[in-house]
């Protein structure tokens, strides 16, 4: 079973910046695609950003330019920089995994940006 563990979430006032962690274990692949999805209260979950297993990168137009997306295949890790942070990109943020073997969620980390 694959197992993604997210972390790096938290209070940061706007214009502050986070940095999220997405640990991967069990029976992941480097040959997964990886991404970054939100969700906040009473929304639905939305895509920010994914990964290949190449360093391929696309990212939604809203979060283009002040999200940055990478991975490092060698530890299963993904990670999204989050600069320039406003009130409204308050969610719950998940960590997915897309590969051969299936589709995989994190169970989330909470970033709150407060005015």
């Known amino acids: 079973q694959v197992q993604l563990v997210e972390s790096g979430g938290g209070l940061v006032q706007a214009g502050g910046s986070l940095r999220l962690s997405c640990a991967a274990s069990g029976s992941i692949l480097r040959i997964n695609v990886m991404g970054w999805y939100r969700q906040a209260p009473g929304k639905q979950r939305e895509l920010v950003a994914v990964i290949t297993s190449d360093g391929s990168t696309n990212y939604a137009d809203a979060w283009k330019g002040r999200f940055t997306i990478s991975r490092d295949n060698a530890k299963n890790t993904v990670y999204l920089q989050m600069n320039s942070l406003r009130p409204e990109d308050t969610a719950v943020y998940y960590c997915?995994?897309?590969?051969?073997?299936?589709?995989?969620w994190g169970k989330g980390t909470q970033v709150t940006v407060s005015s």
């Open positions: 997915r995994s897309s590969g051969l073997g299936g589709v995989y």
